[in-house]
């Protein structure tokens, strides 16, 4: 297959993601939240793009627009190219959006060339990915590999309004569920995203190719203390819960620095009681977010931070509680798909290096049951989740050239 040999084309997916974004719920900004009245209108526009590219549509039961390319059987062997059409309040216009019109691209240049290939290609726009509107992520993609559990439908957003309703108010059939499942005959997916993060910027490579998703854990960490009057109390005599936190936040940041190996700890949060200026801190309640790619370091990390949570806290006779808020493995991309995502960048001349995220996707959803694997663009400032996030031209132009080149290499 051939690689665009100039940018209009990249121009193009540009300016579909710039018109999408201007779909919202608030005027002046990109907000679109699962199940939201301009995800109507985005579901129309992308419809109306997939029909003249010779696909077959339909909106699933979550709310995910779907696009069937057909293969040479009813029953082909199918691909699915994924990302997802909602957005963060206040967001940029490539957070999702620019997976599916990209892939919708390469249909559509199959589509005005002819081009058969051996199995059919499902573009699944997902209609919930960002967690805003019921504060749990992934719904949509969760409803596709059958894994959205009663507990997840039950859930109300601010208004009280559950799933359930939100799909019934939409125009959709909750008992049509089922439905949503991917179809068997689907042997592998890609998700092509911005990468969110500065790594491609900084080491000035336009593409990745994802080997991992990181897994993360978050868990509080108490440091209690004892309050007393801040002017007779002298330092030795205390129990400066504060102090013993914020010599341990240092020791967190000083941890993760020394682990070369992309190893990420934050304390992003504190809780500081009772909080005032004339009083030693007795209480301080700090959140700690540990992520990486092998579920072994990020265990280690977290063993050895609460150790040094101790060691802060044991000078001061102040005492340490943990409280794990969640757990959640490390997602590995598919091999053999990263490999020949891999080579298809190599052909296409398209500069790449591996990587791992250390955001979540629904690439991560789909892994367990599909080989899975996700396709990076470098994020222009390493920004995200912002107005002005963007990618350029010449990156989309080789994410294409990339992923259409996986396509005439993909066998079912
Ligand atoms: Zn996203």
Redesign the pocket.
């Known amino acids: 297959m051939t690689a665009p040999t100039n940018l209009t084309l990249a121009d193009q997916i540009i300016s579909r993601c710039r018109l999408l974004a201007t779909f919202t719920e608030t005027p002046g900004e990109t907000t679109r939240t699962f199940l939201s009245p301009p995800m109507r209108e985005v579901h129309a526009i992308v419809g109306e793009w997939m029909h003249s590219a010779g696909m077959t549509t339909r909106i699933d039961a979550i709310g995910n627009i779907r696009g069937l390319y057909p293969g040479p059987a009813p029953d082909s062997p199918r691909l699915l190219l994924i ?2 059409l909602d957005t963060v309040p206040n967001a940029g216009a490539f ?2 959006p620019l997976g599916v019109i990209l892939s919708l691209a390469l249909i559509e240049h199959l589509h005005a060339h002819h081009t058969k290939l051996p199995y059919a290609i499902e573009l699944v726009g997902f209609s919930e ?2 967690g805003v509107r019921f504060s749990k992520p992934f719904l949509s993609s969760l409803a596709v590999t059958g894994d959205i559990t009663p507990e997840d439908l039950a859930r109300t957003d601010d208004n009280g309004i559950s799933v359930t309703q939100a799909i019934a108010n939409f125009g959709l059939d909750p008992a049509q569920l089922p439905q949503a499942r991917f179809s068997p005959h689907t042997f592998a997916c890609l998700e092509c ?1 911005i990468e ?1 993060g500065p790594i491609l910027e900084y080491e000035s490579v336009p593409i990745g190719i994802v080997t991992a998703i990181a897994g993360q854990t978050r868990t509080d960490i108490t440091f209690t203390g004892q309050s007393n009057h801040a002017g007779t109390t002298p330092i030795y005599l205390r129990h400066d819960a504060l102090a013993a936190a914020a010599e341990w936040i240092t020791a967190v940041e000083a941890y993760s620095a020394s682990h070369t190996d992309s190893l990420v700890a934050t304390v992003g949060r504190i809780h500081v009681e009772p909080n005032a200026t004339n009083v030693v801190p007795a209480r301080v309640t700090a959140s700690l977010d540990i992520r990486h790619a092998e579920d072994e370091l990020r265990k280690r990390a977290v063993h050895d931070l609460i150790h040094k949570a101790h060691h802060a806290a044991e000078r001061r006779k102040v005492a340490v509680t943990s409280h794990l808020q969640l757990e959640q493995p490390a997602v590995p991309m598919d091999e053999p798909l990263s490999n020949l995502l891999r080579d298809a960048a190599d052909r296409v001349g398209a500069p790449n290096r591996s990587l791992h995220s250390g955001a979540g ?1 629904d690439a991560m959803i789909l892994a367990p049951h599909i080989p899975t694997t996700m396709l990076f663009l470098r994020s222009p400032n390493g920004l995200s989740h912002h107005p002005d996030e963007s990618v350029l031209p010449e990156d989309v132009a080789a994410a294409y050239a990339t992923a259409l080149e996986v396509l005439s290499l993909l066998t079912p």
């Open positions: 990302s997802h957070d999702g990915e960002e995203h969110q996707h």
